[in-house]
């Protein structure tokens, strides 16, 4: 199991398991799991956070098909896990997150109702009026190349091939894919500041991700690269720029990826909002995108931009149609 060690904290096996808590309200241990089918006919993620310190946990899991309205589970006031625990069960959905080969492979499963979204947007507001359908999860994400610790953070990222079934509604989808997982825990605050996260693989194997926050000043933001090989190495250099439209919707974003700069281009989106104690509003238009390389290289993953109050502005980069 290849390990890029590159900053200042050592990652071993056990972090896959549950960490103590530290002692702020926002507190937070995440597991995150997302794929794409390599023709991005069919993408999703489920997104599972323990706020103990706030006691209670938000379950996110969406299904998402381009030009097909996406179906959302968002849970935000769930109760949280037995102790020592990850599975959720509340009376809309039942889940569970196994890491059943630590750093190896990770399997969820999900039983729950999802709400049908006429449009984006829609996820903002209240859904209670809105169509739905069974959402059933049965999904492996097994480690291809390696794992990648962040520098300074107590987070890490795991490019993996993800297979399994998905159930809507009255259809079964046999998924066959590629994805990330990650896990991370400490104090994230959803409401300070705008960020960009990047995930994906071209269809000659070549695996990326990269993550920018807007904190005002630059640094070397986490990322990294997965060759056709299979070799996975830190990358340097990393940066984003995005259009957003007038809905506040990302419509592309440049990702400037050492060796292979590309677009993000949305092709579904997958939003979710929060609110925090104070009841500060965060919008997070995550999405699945088709990644477009200078070379022309093509392939599929997903990207998500976090949107805290007043955010517009605020250290992103609009890029001129004529540098598109």
């Given amino acids: 199991m290849q390990i890029v060690e590159h900053g200042t904290w050592q990652l071993a096996a056990t972090d896959e398991d549950l960490h103590q808590v530290g002692p702020e309200l926002l507190w937070n241990e995440s597991y995150y799991f997302d794929f794409a089918t390599p023709d991005g006919s069919v993408g999703g993620y489920v997104r599972l956070g323990l706020y103990p310190n706030w006691d209670r946990a938000w379950y996110w899991a969406c299904v998402v098909r381009p030009g097909q309205p996406a179906v959302l589970v968002a849970d935000n006031q769930a109760p949280l896990p037995p102790p020592g625990g990850t599975a959720l069960r509340t009376p809309a ?3 569970t997150q196994q890491i059943t080969e630590p750093l190896t492979a990770a399997r969820l499963t999900l039983e729950a109702t999802g709400v049908v979204l006429p449009e984006p947007a829609a996820a903002y507001g209240d ?5 739905q359908v069974p959402l ?5 994400w097994r480690t291809v190349a390696g794992v990648y ?11 993996c091939q993800v297979s399994g079934t998905i159930r809507l509604a009255k259809q079964t989808m046999t998924v066959l894919g590629w994805g990330e997982r990650d896990h991370s825990w400490g104090e994230r605050d959803w409401w300070q500041i705008s960020w960009l996260w990047s995930s994906g693989r071209l269809g000659d194997g070549t695996a990326f991700h990269g993550m920018q926050a807007n904190i005002g000043f630059p640094i070397p933001w986490p ?16 940066a984003a720029e995005t259009t957003f439209g007038p809905d506040e919707f990302p419509r592309q974003s440049r990702l400037r990826v050492p060796g292979a700069p590309m677009l993000a281009v949305p092709l579904a989106f997958a939003p979710v909002a929060m609110t925090s104690p104070q009841g500060r509003v965060a919008h997070f238009p995550r999405a ?3 990644f477009i390389a200078d ?23 609009y890029l001129a149609p004529e540098d598109q």
Avoid: M
Wanted: aromatic share 14%; with cysteine.
């Fill in 93 to 95: 959905l039942s889940a």
């Fill in 127 to 131: 859904c209670g009026s809105a169509e």
């Fill in 136 to 140: 059933g999860l049965d999904l492996e």
């Fill in 149 to 159: 610790p962040y520098k300074d953070l107590p987070r890490y990222e795991i490019p």
């Fill in 223 to 238: 990322s990294f690269a997965v060759t056709p090989e299979g070799s996975l190495s830190h990358l340097t250099g990393f």
């Fill in 295 to 317: 070379d022309g290289r093509t392939g599929y993953g997903w990207t998500e931009w976090n949107q805290p109050p007043g955010w517009a502005g605020h250290g992103w980069s």
């Fill in 288 to 290: 699945l995108c088709r």
